[in-house]
């Protein structure tokens, strides 16, 4: 093959009179007679190539042929175009063809290669060779290459040591489910892919590692949300003999580096901390979107004595009375609208949704009745009133009014469209508890992980009264996601096992469990911390884009399968039998049922796009 001149894209007026060799994919084929313009496509975008009668029978009879998605080589000269296309980068030129070969013919795409073509999911994953190829997805896959160049650069700058960790671990159940892989030649045990290097990482702590960091492959067998994948990568550093603010100077540097190299921006630093405590109260939420304001505010002292019995018996049980103010929501929502938002929070056990308007100096709607003179005037300067707002309050538990407003708080932003676009705001969130309440568990789990260092106090706290206890971790938040998180890590085996003892371990299960971990901080382990920020997620945000699986070139769907190999997918008895797996019989006839289905699909795809002959 003959050396490409550049990409498509990038043929600009600076190859004006230049004879160019480009190679790509007919994006369209537009044929007026005696002329015929061809869109050549690849990464980098598009190139108009034009041919016309006096280039000669031949050629023209060659272009006549061509079909969208063909893969050619084109030879010519790049000329000015008649007419400028202001909105492509290589608006200002065409290429007069003097040769055109095609490498490959193609069938017609079962959807166009553009963007913005309504195409179901199901059909963009199975033929996601195709998806790809469409401009917006292949610039954000570029975007992500971009963010792990930077990454590669600054941890070399700074001393970081590249170091990957095993994909085949030991199963730790504490987290989110693993999976898990059949060992041969250990029949009945089980290696688990990792969730994260978490001990690795620390374990190369004591190893002398003193700053590690890894483009980590991670693992978790959890239900799939627009953010998640089963599969994930995660920038993951680890550094010794440092405190919280070291570990936030690095990520605050990677982030800078990251933010200019790939964005152009140039991120301001430090970045500002708030407190979990500051985080739930405002904003509702551990992970605060801080690019608006309307702000949660604690209504309880207003209400205290308030004649509305839902108010006054929700405080005298201990709850609280909290609400945010809708600027122009007064005339944005109506009666309707705000009881559909009060049907949604009652997954968050939201016994009901109270609201007032205030226009012309007046307040209506269903809670009005119930101000006094002294409520309205305390509420006006609460919110700093001015008129057009919509007020909407809980009355609940503490934590059923955070969820219940933080949801109300993002989806009036996005309603009312004050949430500024392409603009990126960092915040460290500080000060953690060190445990929480899982409902669905019904027990305290670690809020961070089990490995996560107490401060002072909360190390005296772990044996009397753990729940109350602080760590010493810190999550980096950006545009309301959580784009990663890290603390100070327990280095001494006495505080180690007071976690494990508070999170309910036997001193039997911790052993199997973690023994390797408590033997080795009696080695002589150095104090250390680190974080990790998932690159996809951070990938997914800078792109601006709604799905993570924007992002990876081979996601899986949201229901955790792979359309276009069809995985998960049944395998041979003989390779169960190596395994010393046997499937149960209950799952037999399913199992069956997906393998009769998939050489179904086999042998219809072969059907229709096969040329191979028996």
Same mark, same amino acid.
């Given at each position: 093959?003959?050396?490409?001149?550049?990409? /498509?894209?990038?043929?600009?007026?600076?190859?004006?009179?230049?004879?160019?060799?480009?190679?790509?994919?007919?994006?369209?084929?537009?044929?007026?007679?005696?002329?015929?313009?061809?869109?050549?496509?690849?990464?980098?975008?598009?190139?108009?190539?034009?041919?016309?009668?006096?280039?000669?029978?031949?050629?023209?009879?060659?272009?006549?042929?061509?079909?969208?998605?063909?893969?050619?080589?084109?030879?010519?000269?790049?000329?000015?175009?008649?007419?400028?296309?202001?909105?492509?980068?290589?608006?200002?030129?065409?290429?007069?063809?003097?040769?055109?070969?095609?490498?490959?013919?193609?069938?017609?795409?079962?959807?166009?290669?553009?963007?913005?073509?309504?195409?179901?999911?199901?059909?963009?994953?199975?033929?996601?060779?195709?998806?790809?190829?469409?401009?917006?997805?292949?610039?954000?896959?570029i975007l992500r290459a971009k963010i792990l160049q930077a990454t590669h650069e600054y941890f070399?700058?700074?001393? #970081?040591?590249?170091?990957?960790?095993?994909?085949?671990?030991?199963?730790?159940?504490?987290?989110?489910?693993?999976?898990?892989?059949?060992?041969?030649?250990?029949?009945?045990?089980?290696?688990?892919?990792?969730?994260?290097?978490?001990?690795?990482?620390?374990?190369?702590?004591?190893?002398? #590692?003193?700053?590690?960091?890894?483009?980590?492959? /991670?693992?978790?067998?959890?239900?799939?949300?627009?953010?998640?994948?089963?599969?994930?990568?995660?920038?993951?550093?680890?550094?010794?003999?440092?405190?919280?603010?070291?570990?936030?100077?690095?990520?605050? +540097?990677?982030?800078?580096?990251?933010?200019?190299?790939?964005? +152009?921006?140039?991120?301001?630093?430090?970045?500002?901390?708030?407190?979990?405590?500051?985080?739930?109260?405002?904003?509702?939420?551990?992970?605060?979107?801080?690019?608006?304001?309307?702000?949660?505010?604690?209504?309880?002292?207003? #209400?205290?004595?308030?004649?509305?019995?839902?108010?006054?018996?929700?405080?005298?049980?201990?709850g609280f009375v909290k609400g945010i103010a809708v600027k122009n929501g007064a005339k944005t929502?109506?009666?309707?609208?705000?009881?559909?938002?009060?049907?949604?929070? %009652?997954?968050?056990?939201?016994?009901?949704?109270?609201?007032?308007? #205030?226009?012309?100096?007046?307040?209506?709607?269903?809670?009005?009745?119930?101000?006094?003179?002294?409520?309205?005037?305390?509420?006006?300067?609460?919110?700093?009133?001015?008129?057009?707002?919509?007020?909407?309050?809980?009355?609940?538990?503490?934590?059923?009014? /955070?969820?219940?407003?933080?949801?109300?708080?993002?989806?009036?932003?996005?309603?009312?469209?004050?949430?500024?676009?392409?603009?990126?705001?960092?915040?460290?969130?500080?000060?953690?508890?060190?445990? %929480?309440?899982?409902?669905?568990?019904?027990?305290?789990?670690?809020?961070?992980?089990?490995?996560?260092?107490?401060?002072?106090?909360?190390?005296?706290?772990?044996?009397?009264?753990?729940?109350?206890?602080?760590?010493?971790?810190?999550?980096?938040?950006?545009?309301?996601?959580?784009?990663?998180?890290?603390?100070?890590?327990?280095?001494?085996?006495?505080?180690?096992?007071?976690?494990?003892?508070?999170?309910?371990?036997?001193?039997?299960?911790?052993?199997?469990?973690?023994?390797?971990?408590?033997?080795?901080?009696?080695?002589?382990?150095?104090?250390?911390? +680190?974080?990790?920020?998932?690159?996809?997620?951070?990938?997914?945000?800078?792109?601006?884009?709604?799905?993570?699986?924007?992002?990876?070139?081979?996601?899986?769907?949201?229901?955790?399968?792979?359309?276009?190999?069809?995985?998960?997918?049944?395998?041979?008895?003989?390779?169960?039998?190596?395994?010393?797996?046997?499937?149960?019989?209950?799952y037999q006839e399913d199992v069956a049922k997906i393998d009769q289905s998939l050489q179904e699909?086999?042998?219809?795809?072969?059907?229709?796009?096969?040329?191979?002959?028996?």
């Amino acid at each position: 093959m003959e050396k490409r001149t550049n990409y /498509c894209g990038n043929i600009t007026a600076d190859y004006l009179g230049q004879e160019v060799n480009l190679y790509g994919w007919v994006q369209r084929v537009r044929n007026l007679g005696n002329l015929i313009f061809i869109d050549l496509r690849d990464r980098e975008g598009i190139v108009q190539v034009v041919i016309n009668h006096d280039s000669g029978k031949e050629l023209m009879a060659t272009a006549e042929a061509l079909g969208n998605e063909y893969v050619i080589q084109v030879k010519g000269q790049v000329v000015k175009r008649s007419s400028v296309n202001p909105d492509m980068k290589t608006g200002e030129v065409e290429v007069e063809a003097s040769e055109v070969v095609v490498l490959n013919k193609a069938q017609v795409p079962p959807f166009e290669i553009k963007d913005n073509v309504e195409v179901g999911e199901q059909t963009r994953l199975k033929y996601r060779y195709l998806d790809l190829r469409r401009p917006s997805l292949q610039n954000a896959i570029i975007l992500r290459a971009k963010i792990l160049q930077a990454t590669h650069e600054y941890f070399d700058q700074n001393g #970081f040591i590249n170091i990957e960790t095993p994909v085949l671990g030991k199963s730790s159940p504490e987290g989110a489910r693993d999976y898990l892989v059949p060992s041969r030649i250990y029949p009945g045990s089980f290696y688990a892919l990792p969730q994260s290097p978490q001990l690795f990482k620390q374990l190369l702590m004591g190893a002398g #590692f003193d700053k590690y960091y890894q483009l980590a492959r /991670c693992f978790r067998d959890e239900d799939l949300r627009g953010d998640r994948q089963p599969e994930f990568t995660q920038i993951d550093l680890e550094t010794s003999f440092t405190d919280e603010q070291q570990v936030q100077d690095y990520t605050e +540097g990677l982030l800078k580096k990251i933010m200019k190299d790939v964005m +152009g921006i140039d991120l301001k630093t430090p970045i500002d901390r708030i407190t979990w405590q500051e985080a739930m109260d405002n904003y509702g939420t551990d992970k605060p979107d801080i690019r608006f304001g309307m702000l949660i505010h604690d209504l309880s002292p207003i #209400f205290k004595k308030s004649d509305f019995k839902v108010f006054a018996s929700a405080i005298e049980n201990g709850g609280f009375v909290k609400g945010i103010a809708v600027k122009n929501g007064a005339k944005t929502y109506s009666r309707k609208q705000i009881e559909k938002k009060q049907e949604y929070i %009652e997954r968050f056990h939201a016994k009901g949704l109270a609201w007032v308007k #205030f226009e012309d100096g007046e307040f209506t709607g269903p809670v009005s009745r119930f101000l006094t003179a002294e409520n309205q005037s305390a509420l006006i300067e609460e919110f700093a009133l001015t008129g057009g707002e919509l007020l909407l309050f809980v009355a609940d538990k503490w934590k059923v009014c /955070c969820d219940s407003l933080d949801h109300l708080r993002r989806e009036c932003a996005k309603e009312t469209g004050i949430i500024p676009k392409h603009q990126f705001d960092f915040v460290w969130v500080v000060d953690w508890p060190l445990f %929480e309440y899982d409902e669905g568990l019904g027990r305290w789990i670690a809020a961070h992980h089990p490995f996560t260092m107490p401060d002072d106090e909360g190390i005296k706290l772990l044996e009397t009264d753990p729940h109350k206890a602080h760590a010493r971790s810190y999550d980096i938040v950006m545009n309301g996601d959580e784009l990663g998180g890290g603390s100070i890590r327990i280095h001494k085996r006495s505080i180690q096992e007071k976690m494990l003892k508070a999170l309910g371990f036997s001193k039997k299960r911790a052993y199997e469990q973690f023994g390797y971990l408590l033997e080795a901080l009696d080695m002589g382990f150095p104090p250390h911390a +680190g974080l990790a920020i998932g690159l996809d997620r951070f990938a997914m945000l800078l792109a601006e884009k709604d799905n993570i699986r924007d992002v990876l070139a081979f996601p899986k769907n949201a229901n955790a399968s792979e359309p276009m190999m069809h995985a998960p997918a049944p395998v041979a008895e003989q390779q169960l039998t190596d395994l010393g797996i046997e499937v149960e019989e209950q799952y037999q006839e399913d199992v069956a049922k997906i393998d009769q289905s998939l050489q179904e699909q086999a042998m219809k795809d072969y059907a229709v796009h096969s040329t191979w002959e028996e």
